[in-house]
């Protein structure tokens, strides 16, 4: 049987250290914090920065739910849970930094339980971090999927490169037929057998998000910029509302399981645009990024 005390003390105990980290990186703002409770079963806590001196918006939700029945979201992939009672624990975060220059990033750790009073339990981690660029830098990437690689190794040499893939996959919006960032890991369903094994592996991708994206915050966080970079950034974070309103099963998730409305939406950025057949100018900065990052690569390999 899983400790869900565990891994209520080890997600928590995550959401404090990347809020303490970020604040220190901000160097300005401060999270606000707003405990919750959900009337059909459990609660949370959201924490929101706002207008930082390097950070626009981010928001770090705690969340710990439970219900008589999954949500469709979660049995789609697995329909004969369909209808059991159900746990779910998570973190989940993005990041909205206001320099054009610095990658919006996104991470998320959960953990499900399926019910039934007839049947053992059905449990199961998810998880994952991914990169969403505005100008794209080679050495970013690298370090954000070396980084990547390297919180999965410890616990198996196959995880990365799986985790990778499915990140692409997932990270896609059909409808502009485009990746919505760079990619990083992505994993569902995940169960070894081996409880504590899984949950630290959660707990090393959550603490591999700060190791892979506060270095890239400030070796990007002075760079100048102007008007045309901004404008730019609002439209591609258009492509992030996009992507969570329509397809994000985080989002799905909550929305669908009568989650709080404000910390599901908390995701998206205060500020942002969208252009009637807009197209980046050929041979730009703007143009490489869709030309170049946009594309599903495998960034370790050899140059």
Not at 83 to 97: D, K, N, T
Not at 99 to 109: D, E, F, W
Not at 132 to 158: L, Q
Request: proline residues 7%; hydrophobic residues 35%.
């Amino acid at each position: 049987m899983p400790d869900i005390a565990e891994v209520e003390t080890t997600l928590t105990r995550l959401q404090d250290d990347i809020c303490a980290a970020l604040e220190k990186v901000d160097g300005k703002a401060r999270f606000r914090i707003d405990d919750w409770t959900r009337a059909e079963g459990g609660g949370g806590s959201t924490r929101v920065l706002a207008e930082g001196g390097v950070f626009e918006q981010a928001g770090v939700n705690f969340s710990h739910v439970h219900g008589r029945a999954l949500p469709p979201s979660a049995s789609a992939a697995r329909p004969q849970l369909a209808g059991r009672g159900f746990r779910a624990l998570g973190v989940s975060l993005v990041v909205h930094p206001r320099n054009p220059y610095v990658p919006t990033s996104h991470a998320n750790v959960r953990f499900f339980v399926a019910e039934h009073p007839d049947e053992e339990p059905i449990w199961w981690f998810g998880g994952g971090f991914d990169l969403t660029p505005y100008y794209g830098f080679d050495e970013d990437c690298i370090h954000w999927h070396g980084t990547a690689k390297a919180a999965c190794d410890p616990f198996g040499a196959d995880l990365y490169p799986r985790f990778k893939a499915w990140c692409d996959e997932y990270f896609f919006l059909p409808h502009r037929a485009e990746p919505r960032g760079v990619g990083g890991l992505f994993f569902d369903d995940h169960c070894s057998g081996d409880f504590g094994r899984d949950l630290a592996f959660i707990d090393a991708v959550g603490r591999g998000y700060l190791d892979a994206y506060l270095p890239i915050v400030e070796r990007r966080r002075d760079t100048p910029y102007g008007p045309r970079e901004r404008e730019f950034q609002c439209l591609r974070r258009g492509r992030y509302v996009e992507f969570n309103l329509v397809y994000d099963r985080g989002t799905l998730f909550g929305l669908q399981s009568g989650g709080r409305t404000e910390s599901i939406l908390m995701s998206l950025p205060p500020q942002v645009a969208w252009r009637y057949d807009w197209h980046a100018e050929p041979g730009s900065a703007e143009e490489r990024l869709l030309s170049h990052f946009l594309k599903p690569r495998d960034w370790l390999a050899p140059a």
